[in-house]
């Protein structure tokens, strides 16, 4: 239904694919990423430290100073590397945006990537966990519209659905814009995407359709900016059991001519079920799935939220 099919480029902290690049020449692999994910996406590694020039094993580092704007320092020798991060990650940066990533998988707890939570020692010499790793913050304030995570955070199955389905998402969206879409064509990414987005933030679907239905008034460049930032934002917003519930009772009102009394009445047990936490979503979305082929509803056959991502992944699975 939707185009899971197209592998994304992804960039991740080298150790957690198992490279051995930590200050003390181990890893972080993480087995999810390598094994599971990695079947779907062409990663893009990265280590600052040792693609800035230091070596395996080093002295381990740290964030002190002011928050907002730390230091990087050798935790030792107290050796400031902030100067020489900061010249690397520029050059590096400039190379990503050739890449065309689609999200950054961060290390996280790292003083150079760490998303968020990095220990920063301020002046009284008691670390709190209020920093953002050098490199990390640079790529954010580079790339403010790609989805980022932490390998820490993808543990959680909300969070990781949520950033996989927005990777998946700015994949499409990378395609679209990339290859300098038509007004035609982008009316018609929003119409597949509406349920998707409808599932995350309703009053930003409407938003975006507002934006589209005026597309002939606006110049492309503006249109393409404008419709981005209010599709990224709209997929940041979590899309809660009470929302896929509206989606899904949604959807099912294209069969109302369709389905006996019978069928309809176990439609909406299925969807209160997984309203209620009782069952996963994937029970309810196989279900309009299965109405879908057989009604050959065309609308909703072209729908990315019945599969925005690949169904190996299983990330619907939860309850």
């Known amino acids: 239904m939707s185009d899971a099919t197209t592998r994304p480029r992804i960039g991740?902290?080298?150790?957690?694919?198992?490279?051995?690049?930590r200050f003390d020449g181990g890893h972080k692999r993480d087995r999810f990423l390598t094994d599971t994910f990695g079947r779907f996406v062409d990663w893009v590694s990265v280590c600052p430290e040792v693609e800035c020039g230091l070596p395996i094993p080093r002295e381990s580092m740290?964030?002190?100073?002011?928050?907002e704007s730390p230091r990087l320092v050798t935790t030792k020798s107290n050796v400031d590397m902030t100067p020489r991060m900061?010249?690397?990650?520029?050059?590096?940066?400039?190379?990503?945006?050739?890449?065309?990533?689609?999200?950054?998988?961060f290390k996280s707890k790292s003083p150079s990537s760490g998303m968020e939570r990095v220990k920063v020692y301020t002046d009284t010499g008691m670390p709190k966990k209020v920093g953002v790793g050098i490199f990390a913050r640079a790529f954010m304030e580079h790339f403010p519209l790609t989805p980022v995570e932490e390998e820490g955070r993808l543990h959680d199955a909300d969070l990781r659905e949520n950033f996989i389905e927005r990777v998946f998402a700015m994949e499409r969206l990378r395609d679209l814009i990339g290859g300098r879409a038509s007004r035609r064509e982008i009316v018609e990414f929003q119409a597949?995407?509406?349920?998707q987005l409808m599932a995350h933030s309703p009053k930003l679907q409407k938003e975006t359709g507002r934006l589209v239905a005026r597309a002939a008034e606006l110049k492309p460049r503006e249109l393409y900016d404008r419709y981005a930032e209010l599709f990224v934002e709209a997929l940041k917003q979590r899309a809660t059991p009470g929302k896929n519930a509206n989606v899904l009772q949604h959807a099912m009102g294209y069969f109302r001519k369709d389905l006996s009394s019978d069928e309809r009445q176990e439609a909406q047990?299925?969807?209160?079920?997984?309203?209620?936490?009782?069952?996963?979503l994937i029970v309810p979305v196989t279900m309009v799935s299965h109405y879908v082929r057989k009604y050959q509803t065309e609308y909703l056959r072209n729908q990315t939220y019945l599969e925005p991502h690949p169904l190996e992944l299983k990330l619907r699975n939860h309850a």
């Open 192 to 195: 597949r995407h509406k349920l």
């Open 12 to 21: 991740v902290s080298s150790c957690l694919l198992g490279e051995k690049v």
């Open 62 to 67: 740290h964030l002190s100073g002011d928050p």
């Open 269 to 280: 047990e299925h969807i209160e079920n997984y309203r209620l936490g009782y069952t996963p």
């Open 86 to 105: 900061k010249r690397w990650a520029k050059t590096r940066l400039a190379e990503l945006k050739e890449a065309e990533l689609s999200g950054f998988i």
